[in-house]
């Protein structure tokens, strides 16, 4: 953890995504020394500097996650009353951001409730001044009575950030199954996201995959850590289910493409073959590169085997290393954030044979790269979709040759239960 000019220390905490196990982001959580953040920001509202200091504590978080080199989208927290302030009052935050290299359109502002009660439309203003300029917004703590539903529906965040006292309560709870029900609705009219604060238990994960929330963090999944995580304490996220519960959330046709959304790997437009080929080599994991344009909008894709190819063939390295990596560029696949798991698997099928396993590109209502999704894990993520139980209906198993569904015989009450012998 770092030190701030207020006495605090940060900490990275990993967001998860539920449906492919994947870190989608990191957010910078403040630990002032002698007080918790909330009652920090309540003494500062008392004395009159509540935004100084919110805004001091998102640049100093800013400043300390550029001390550990990260492409993953950053977290960052604001309260509403900061939000709605006139003038240059985030100014700071903006060129903290800018010193360190990270564009907005990398950069999620986690909205927290304001101290005291505001009017709805400078808000609206304050997030409309922010989205401009290429942020994505989350609204944080929401679930235990901070933010009217008009508010959300009319704010449209790309995150909802459900509060960890409704999560404490799953899945015994039957008013927190409620609320999480409700936000879950309200999401997929707005076209929002859900994402878990507070993930402690097994249980609770359980829970949060049946529902179908996509999104979640917590200590089970990833604890507070001075650096960013490069591994998760636990395995199997993707399949994980707790002894005796319910498969996940069947609906086919529902899954949007963000729900097996990964963080873009975006470079500028004018990164030459070496800055390139220096990202494939300390990510082996990562299949592509998104060059993206000063906006944050998507220019061209870097299909991680052809790239290499191209540069390690003969004179390859001499004739690209030093230029623009978007000469080896094609033309992205794009799809918008509201857009179905469905689609992505036709725009697969009207691709050419050569790019139908390359990464497609989401894009937000504003056109910006919001992160890229792998066609195998639409695919992977479709069929079990297709394959959990359904109205009582018998589960069915990939079949170990095509991996297409294949009905399990229903056994009678006759026929012995299978049994595992160990060979002699």
Known sequence: MHETSVDARFAFQPLV?????????????????????????????????????????????????????????????????????????????????S???????????????????????????????????GYRIAFDGVGAGSYPLTVLAEARPDLIKMDREVVAGLPGEGSCV??????????????????????????QLAALRQYGVGIAQGDLLGPP???????????????????????????????????????????????????????????????GVVLV??????????????????????????????REAARLGDEPRVLPSSSSALAALELVRSSAAHRRYDDIVVLSPEGRCTGTVCIGDVIQGVAHLAMAPLNGEPAVAPHPLTWRPCPQPARTSAEPTPRCERSS
Do not use: W
């Open 178 to 203: 409620a609320v999480l029900e409700a936000l879950l609705h309200l999401a997929t009219r707005i076209g929002a996201q859900v994402t878990a604060e507070g993930v402690e238990s097994s249980e």
């Open 17 to 97: 995504n539920l449906r492919t196990g994947g870190v989608m982001a990191m957010e910078m959580l403040a630990r002032p020394v002698d007080h918790d953040v909330r009652s920090l920001l309540r003494k500062a509202a008392h004395e009159g500097g509540l935004e100084k200091l919110d805004v001091t504590l998102a640049v100093a978080a800013a400043r300390c996650s550029s001390e550990h080199e990260t492409l993953l989208p950053l977290h960052l927290n604001l309260m509403a009353d900061t939000v709605v302030a006139e003038g240059e009052t985030l100014a700071p935050l903006h060129h903290a951001l």
């Open 225 to 287: 850590n001075r650096r960013p995580l490069t591994y998760l304490p636990i395995a199997g996220i993707a399949e994980f289910r707790a002894p005796g519960s319910p498969a996940p959330a069947r609906d086919l046709p529902g899954a949007r493409i963000t729900d097996f959304m990964h963080p873009a790997v975006a470079l500028s437009l004018s990164a030459t073959g070496e800055e390139v080929r220096a990202v494939f080599s300390g990510r082996p994991t990562i299949s």
């Open 293 to 322: 344009d000063a906006d944050g909008r998507p220019r061209c894709t870097l299909d991680r085997n052809r790239f290499l190819l191209a540069v390690s063939g003969a004179y390859g390295y001499a004739l690209y290393a030093q």
């Open 99 to 133: 010193d360190t290299g990270r564009p907005p359109s990398q950069t999620v502002l986690e909205i927290n409730p304001a101290d005291t009660a505001l009017q709805p439309e400078p808000l609206f203003a304050g997030l409309h001044r922010l989205r401009h300029l």
